[in-house]
């Protein structure tokens, strides 16, 4: 059975930074594109960043330069490291794991909030 469990998320303020962790269970990671999304209050979910298998890494415009996505496949676990943190980064962080033979697959998420 898949299982995306994401860590790290939490209260912290204009500034600051976090690491988000997100560990792979069930076979998912090997070969897949790993993603971070975040769904701010009252919006849509939205792609923040996301690796493939082989490194390459994709950025949305709002972060690039502050977070940066790495992938450890010794550990099936992607992260999310996010320096310069600002309110408008407040949301919900979701991994998502995606592959052609496995489909996607979402964590729970984990709480980001920026505030003084």
């Known amino acids: 059975q898949v299982q995306l469990v994401e860590s790290g998320g939490g209260l912290v303020q204009p500034g600051g930074s976090l690491r988000l962790s997100c560990a792979a269970s069930?076979?998912?990671?090997?070969?897949?594109?790993m993603g971070w999304y975040r769904q701010p209050p009252g919006k849509q979910r939205e792609l923040v960043a996301r690796?493939?298998?082989?490194?390459?890494?994709e950025y949305a415009d709002f972060v690039k330069g502050r977070f940066t996505i790495s992938r450890d496949n010794a550990r099936n676990t992607v992260y999310l490291q996010m320096n310069s943190l600002k309110p408008e980064d407040t949301g919900v962080y979701y991994c998502?794991?995606?592959?052609?033979?496995?489909?996607?697959?979402w964590g729970q998420g984990t709480q980001v909030t920026v505030s003084s």
């Open positions: 998502n794991a995606y592959s052609s033979w496995m489909g996607g697959h």
């Open positions: 069930g076979g998912i990671f090997s070969g897949s594109t």
């Open positions: 690796i493939s298998n082989l490194g390459s890494t």
